[in-house]
């Protein structure tokens, strides 16, 4: 949960946690919560730190049975200057299913934060559907005490583990969330384990120690799911279980930097409508509050300004249906050789003009590209690519930066061109996409229309920077028109990019 600083704190108190733990005040009374009101009912568990991509090597039979059971999709955080790869940023994205740039954690100090804005999900519930049954159960303090977590919960459990050690604590958390899901009637909880992060800081998230604890986490999960099938009341009760981590870790251990195994992210979760054993390459981190609101029957208000959708929906995103063409690096030398990535070949319908492009420079950013955040963002760290949040899977990139790393002559200028759309009898053709927009110098950005295959004319140009946002684009559609195609058109000079993602045409 803490930045690299932190290590010396928690390696100090770790020699006193035992006894700390030990010679804690006495076992408090499982607290009593208000009966419950829902059959619909949605368990998140936390583990921090938690890198997705060394659990195959852990013995952790609960978290594997739950992505053969339901759907698991894995993907990158941000990085500084949106957010550092830390616990503040991370919770706070998971529990207001918003990207730092709106709930405004950017580090552990949470200084900036907007939760009056941008509620946690159970304080998000207590307004809309006071009469849940909610739980809460943390050991970093910072989630109650910053109010990240558990305000609007009914009843919470809130432990010290930076004081007394995370081990005990988080014993005692599955315990109580045992003994509330078997013996009680909650609606929704949330519950934390911190240790995942400590063993990540301390032996690294390439150690044993590391596969260790999350065998340990992962019994925890095996009888928090046991309870939940245990109730005398399991076969007329809907439940959703969801697993996310906030940030991941260097092999050696740490995080907050831009590095992609501390960016590595990911939500796993199993409940009704929730598809067994998919692999979306488009669910992100901000998608777990949408699927606990949809699990639970309540309609998004758009005036939330949420970024998430549930887990089950699909993106309907074109330049997604490009996953299985996607090959590895040609030119790049930081990508290694695996990450399958890239490809210049557009979705069915689309098409590229490159007639005015330069010749040479780096193969895989020759003119547009569709690319996935990994592949992208690991061409050259710390210079803003990792604040692409709002793409989601397979996404457009024209860079002229990246082009010009190798032996190059003329411009960069590239024209990314939509389907044909039919706007017969309509009056307004409606462009929907997700942009970031990088500027420098005297590059270009432009989207332009073109009505019946005419000559195209310009609609937007971008001249500053655009930090991953959603984009709409109205245009009226002159009388006559059958048909309109736009133009997304870029031109550079060893400058920045220019990213599109889901672009969706729609008319009136
Ligand atoms: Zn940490």
Same mark, same amino acid.
């Given at each position: ?18 006894? =700390? ?21 949605? =368990?998140?568990?936390?583990? +921090? ?12 039979? $609960? ?70 049954? @909610? ?12 109010? @990240? !977590? @558990? ?20 014993? /005692? ?7 509330? #899901? ?57 439940? @959703?279980?969801?697993? %996310?981590?906030? $940030? ?6 740490? $995080? ?11 939500? =796993?979760?199993?409940?009704?409508? !929730? ?11 901000? +998608? ?9 029957? !309540? ?6 300004? =949420?970024?998430?959708?549930? #887990? ?32 210049? /070949? ?30 992208? &963002? ?12 709002? %793409? ?65 004319? %310009?609609?937007? &140009?971008? /001249? ?24 997304? $058109? ?9 990213? #599109? ?8």
């Amino acid at each position: 949960m803490s930045h690299p600083s932190r290590r010396t704190v928690l390696t100090a108190t770790a020699t006193t946690a035992a006894a =700390l733990t030990l010679g804690a005040a006495p076992a408090r009374a499982v607290p009593t919560l208000p009966g419950g009101t829902s059959q619909d009912k949605v =368990l998140v568990v936390g583990m +921090d730190g938690l890198r997705h991509d060394r659990i195959a090597a852990a013995n952790a039979p $609960h978290l594997k049975a739950m992505m053969s059971e339901g759907t698991y999709g894995t993907s990158l955080l941000y990085a500084n200057p949106m957010a550092a790869t830390s616990s503040g940023p991370g919770w706070s994205t998971i529990s207001t299913g918003v990207w730092p740039d709106k709930h405004g954690v950017k580090d552990n100090t949470f200084a900036g934060k907007k939760y009056g804005q941008y509620p946690g999900f159970l304080a998000r519930l207590t307004q809309v559907r006071p009469a849940l049954s @909610t739980y809460a159960a943390v050991d970093w303090l910072p989630l109650d005490t910053q109010g @990240t !977590i @558990t305000p609007g919960a009914d009843a919470k459990l809130v432990l010290d583990g930076d004081r007394d050690g995370y081990t005990g604590h988080d014993a /005692t958390i599955a315990a109580e969330a045992e003994a509330i #899901i078997k013996g009680q009637n909650p609606d929704v909880l949330f519950v934390y384990f911190g240790q995942s992060d400590i063993v990540g800081h301390n032996q690294g998230a390439g150690s044993q120690a590391y596969l260790d604890q999350i065998a340990v986490q992962d019994a925890y999960l095996g009888r928090l799911r046991a309870a939940i099938k245990a109730r005398p009341s399991h076969a007329t009760e809907r439940w @959703t279980v969801i697993v %996310a981590t906030d $940030h991941g870790h260097t092999d050696p251990g740490g $995080h907050g930097g831009s590095s992609v195994e501390e960016r590595r992210t990911f939500v =796993l979760a199993t409940g009704p409508g !929730i598809a067994a054993g998919a692999r979306p390459i488009d669910t992100r981190l901000v +998608d777990v509050v949408p699927t606990v609101l949809k699990q639970l029957g !309540i309609p998004v208000d758009p005036a939330w300004g =949420l970024d998430g959708k549930p #887990i089950q929906e699909r993106s309907a995103d074109p330049f997604d249906t490009l996953q299985s063409s996607l090959t590895g690096r040609v030119d790049e030398t930081g990508i290694p050789a695996g990450v399958l990535g890239f490809t210049h /070949t557009p979705p069915s319908g689309w098409s590229l003009i490159n007639n005015a492009m330069g010749t040479g420079g780096v193969t895989e950013w020759r003119g547009w590209s569709f690319a996935t955040d990994e592949f992208w &963002s690991r061409t050259q760290r710390d210079q803003s690519r990792e604040l692409n949040v709002r %793409a989601r899977g397979v996404f457009a990139v024209a860079d002229s930066d990246e082009w010009s790393d190798k032996s190059f002559s003329g411009n960069y200028d590239t024209t990314l061109v939509t389907p044909a759309y039919d706007v017969t009898g309509k009056t307004t053709v409606r462009l929907d996409f997700t942009t970031f927009y990088r500027q420098e110098g005297a590059q270009s950005a432009q989207i332009l229309v073109s009505f019946n295959l005419g000559a195209p004319t %310009a609609v937007k &140009s971008y /001249t500053s920077d655009v930090i991953s946002q959603p984009q709409s684009v109205n245009v009226p559609v002159p009388a006559g028109a059958s048909s309109v195609s736009f133009r997304f $058109h870029y031109t550079g000079s060893n400058n920045w990019y220019w990213v #599109i993602d889901g672009v969706k045409v729609t008319t009136s």
